[in-house]
C-alpha cells in the first residue's frame, strides 16, 4: 500500500489534505513538536514523525511511503542527500539540482525560449537596476535592488556568493501548471502573487524595504495573456524532456514580470510545488473548469496522479 | 436547440463553461489556431471554429447559436457591423453603443444619479490631476495622468481623440451585477480590483507608470458599502430602461473610486460580464449566498438565464 | 426553538446564511427600511424587523433569538447597554468590554505574551513613528501617522481622547480563528488584508492618505508562519480564560504586522466575528481543511457552534 509524506511546511496542509481526498494514508515528519498542535487541528496526516534533524528523515521513511518535496523540503534538505537518497519522491529529483545551480536555471529557460532577464555573477557584467541575490538565500531574506555598483559594492555582504538580476520594471506573476504524465497533458492552474515584507511601509515612509515573502495573494491573468503563459509552460516542459534525462513531472512555477509593453519575462522558475497554490484549496478557478464539479486543489492533482499512476502500472515513470 | 458561443478571449472559459454545466452545447470562434491547445485543455468548448478574421464571425455563427459579448467581442468587432448583423446576441445591444460613445455615456450615469467625474474633449474644461484616455484604447494602454494641461500637451499623442476625466484620490472598486428579466430582479454578484502594469515598479522606483491591466484580484465590499452600491446598481437598470428602447438585461460592472469621505464616484460602466468575475468560478460570497449550495459563477449565470427564459418562451426578450 | 439574529451591516449576510445552512430560521434588525431590498434579494432573513433606533433591539429582540455581534453592532450600540441587556447573545460579553478599553486590552495582548507596539495616551510617551487614533473612531477615520511630536500637536484633534501606537514598518495580516468549546479545540480560520482609502493615491500622488477599511483582501500566510499564529492564537484563549470571569467562546482576530526579521506584532484584537472572514464564504483554505466537503465559513461555523451546544445542554456555557 502506497503512503504519501511529506515535510511539516510549505504547503503540506496542501499536500496531505490532497492525498487524504485521494484515499492515501498520510506520513508527516516535523522537527520536534512545536507545530504538532497546529497539524493535529487539521487532521490531515494519519502518522506524524518528529525528527531531531532533518538529515535523520533519510533513515526514517518507509519504503512504502512516497515523499513530496516541496519548498522547504528543498531548503531544509541537503540537495546531495536527496539525489544520492533511496527516498521514493514524487517528481523529477534531476530538476531541483538545475533549479538550484543559476548557470543551469538560466540556460533551462533559455532552452525553453523563455525572455529572461540578464543575470551574472560578475558585478562588472550586471545591467542596472538590478536585484542582488545571496545562494540559497531562504524566502527573500537579504535581496536588495541597487540602482549602481557602487551601492551594491556598499551593501554586499562579505563572503557571500551574489548573483546580479537585471531588475525588470514591471508587475509579477506566478503562474503554476501541472504536468501530468499519466494523461498526457499540460494543466494551467493558477495565478497568484506574493505578499512581501515592508511594501506597506514602502508606500508609507519610503524607506528602504525589504522582500521576504510573508504570503500569497490570488489572481486571474487577462485571458489574452493565458495563450502566451500556456506556451511558455509548453516549452518550459519540452525543455525539460530535451536536457533532463527524465520529463517534467508534476507542477510548476514561471515566476514572471509583465512590462508596460505586455512582454512577459520569467525571472525564476521552481520545479515542484509552490505555496501559491495553498490559496486554490479546494480550487482554482481554472482547476474548477478543467475538472468540474470535482474540487482540485494542487495536493490533491499530485496524489491524483500518483493513484493514476499506480494503476496503470506507471509509478516508477512518475518516482524518478 | 440553442447553442451558446463567444469569442476565445476576455472570460470565454468563464462563458463556456457555465454554459456546459447548464447544458446547452457551445461553439468557441477563434482568430488562427494558436489559442486551440489552451482552450481544448479546459474542455469547455463542444466545437472550435477557426476564423481567418473576425469579420467572418458575421457569416460563420449559426441561427441557432445565442453569442455572449465580452470586452474582447467589443474591442474586436466593429461595433456597426454588431448592431445590423442578424446574429442572435444576450443582452441588450443598443447598451454597446452607450457604452462606445462618451457623452452619452456619461448621460446614463448622470440620469442613474451616479456621482461622475467631470469629462471633458476639450483641455480648456479639464479639471486637474486629470487622466487622459484615448477613444477605443484597449485595455489602458497610453494612459496617462496629468497634473496640468502643459503637461498634457506634451504627452499627448497627435491625432488622437482624448478625453480628460478629473482623477478622484482614492480607491478602486469593481462592482458587478446581474439584471434578470426572468426572475425579475437585480443581483449583487461581486467586487474585484484590477491588477495594472507597473503599480509594483512605482512601489519601488517612483518611476512613472503605466495602466495597462494584467489581471484581477478579488475583494469583498465592507457591508455597509453594499447598500449604496446596490441603489446604484438599481438607478443605473432604472436609468437604462428609461433612455434605451429595452431593459438592462445581465450582467453589468460599475467601475468606481471610494476618497477618504467614503463618496462612491463612478468613472466609467461596462454593459456587459467583466473578466473581473473570471476571479469568482466557481462562486463569489454573494453568489453563494444568493445561490446556496448550487456553485453560480457569471458565466453559468448567464447560461441559467437563457435556459429560463427558454423554457418561459421569454428568450425574445433577452436577445435584443 | 432557538433562532439566530444580528443587525444588517458587517458580517450579517456571513452569519445568516451560515444559520440558514444549520436549518435556524433568522432575524435581521435593520434601522429604517433603505437596507430591506438589499437583503431580502439575498434571502438569508426568514424575518426582517425595522427599528427606529438601535437601542429599540433590547426590547424588541425574542426570548428565542440568539444574537451574533459583529463589528457593527457593538459600534452601534452603547456597551453599557450591551452588558447589561438580558438578550441571549451568542460569546463573551465581557470581552467587548476589555475590547473597548485600551488599557484592558493591552493588558490582554501582553498577557497572551504577544509582543505589542508601544502605546500610550501621554504624547510625552510616545514611539515614533506613531499613529494617532481616536477612541471609538469606526473603521479608521481621521487616524493618522506622525513621525514627530509637534506633528502630532498640529492635526490632534480638540477634546479628542487619543492614543498614540508605535508605527511598526512592516505588512499587515489579520488573522481569525474560532475558539470551540463544544469540541474544545482552537481552529485557524484565515487570513485577509484591509483595502483601505486612498492606498492608490499614495502611491499615484505622494499626498497625505487615509485609513478608512473599504474591504478586504484574501490571501495565505507562509505555512511556516502558521505555527507562530497558531500559538498567538493559543495564547490568547488561555490569556482570556485566565483575566475574565469566561473562556473565550467563538470567532476572534488578531490583527497584525510582521517586519523585516519576520517578527510578529500584534497591534489590536477583535474578540467577535470580524468582516474579514466574509471574503472566505463558502470556504476559506483552512476551513476547508479542517472540514473536508462540509462548506464551513464563518457564520456557519458559529451556527454549528450553537446547534452542537444545544444538543449537548450546553447552550448556556456559550451565551455569557
Given at each position: 500500500m502506497t503512503r504519501i509524506g511529506t515535510i511539516a511546511s510549505h504547503s503540506a496542509l496542501n499536500i496531505l489534505s490532497g492525498a487524504r481526498e485521494e484515499s492515501f494514508e498520510t506520513v508527516l515528519y516535523m522537527l520536534g513538536n512545536k507545530r504538532r498542535e497546529l497539524y493535529e487541528g487539521f487532521g490531515v496526516a494519519t502518522e506524524i514523525v518528529e525528527l531531531d534533524s532533518y538529515d535523520e528523515l533519510f533513515d526514517t521513511v518507509d519504503n512504502d511511503v512516497v515523499m513530496i518535496p516541496h519548498g522547504s523540503y528543498v531548503a531544509y534538505l541537503s540537495l546531495d542527500k536527496i539525489l544520492n537518497s533511496s527516498l521514493q519522491m514524487f517528481g523529477n529529483k534531476e530538476l531541483l539540482m538545475w533549479e538550484a545551480d543559476r548557470i543551469k536555471k538560466d540556460k533551462l529557460m533559455k532552452d525553453a525560449a523563455l525572455k529572461v532577464p540578464h543575470t551574472t555573477e560578475d558585478i562588472e557584467d550586471a545591467h542596472f537596476p538590478c536585484i542582488v541575490k545571496y545562494d540559497g538565500a531562504e524566502g527573500g531574506r537579504g535581496y536588495f535592488v541597487a540602482n549602481t555598483k557602487s551601492e551594491v559594492t556598499e551593501r554586499l555582504e562579505r563572503n557571500k556568493n551574489?548573483?546580479?538580476?537585471?531588475w525588470i520594471v514591471g508587475t509579477k506573476v506566478y503562474a503554476t501548471?501541472?504536468?501530468?504524465?499519466?494523461?498526457?497533458?499540460?494543466?494551467?492552474?493558477?495565478?497568484?502573487i506574493r505578499y512581501e515584507t515592508d511594501l506597506d511601509s514602502k508606500i508609507r515612509f519610503d524607506t528602504d524595504y525589504a522582500f521576504q515573502i510573508i504570503g500569497n495573494i490570488p489572481m486571474v491573468l487577462r485571458e489574452s495573456l493565458l495563450a502566451p503563459y500556456y506556451e511558455m509552460g509548453v516549452g518550459f516542459t519540452k525543455a525539460v524532456g530535451k536536457s533532463l534525462s527524465h520529463p517534467?513531472?508534476?507542477?510548476?512555477?514561471?515566476?514572471?514580470?509583465?512590462?508596460?509593453?505586455?512582454d512577459i519575462w520569467c525571472f525564476e522558475f521552481s520545479g515542484r510545488i509552490v505555496a501559491g497554490t495553498n490559496l486554490f484549496v479546494p480550487s482554482s478557478p481554472y482547476s474548477y473548469i478543467t475538472f468540474g464539479n470535482t474540487n482540485m486543489w494542487m495536493g490533491r492533482r499530485i496524489a491524483l496522479e500518483i493513484r493514476e499512476a499506480k494503476e496503470n502500472g506507471q509509478l516508477d515513470s512518475i518516482l524518478v
Open positions: 551574489a548573483s546580479f538580476q537585471q501548471f501541472f504536468n501530468s504524465l499519466v494523461r498526457d497533458r499540460l494543466e494551467f492552474f493558477g495565478t497568484d517534467m513531472i508534476g507542477p510548476f512555477c514561471l515566476e514572471t514580470i509583465i512590462d508596460r509593453n505586455l
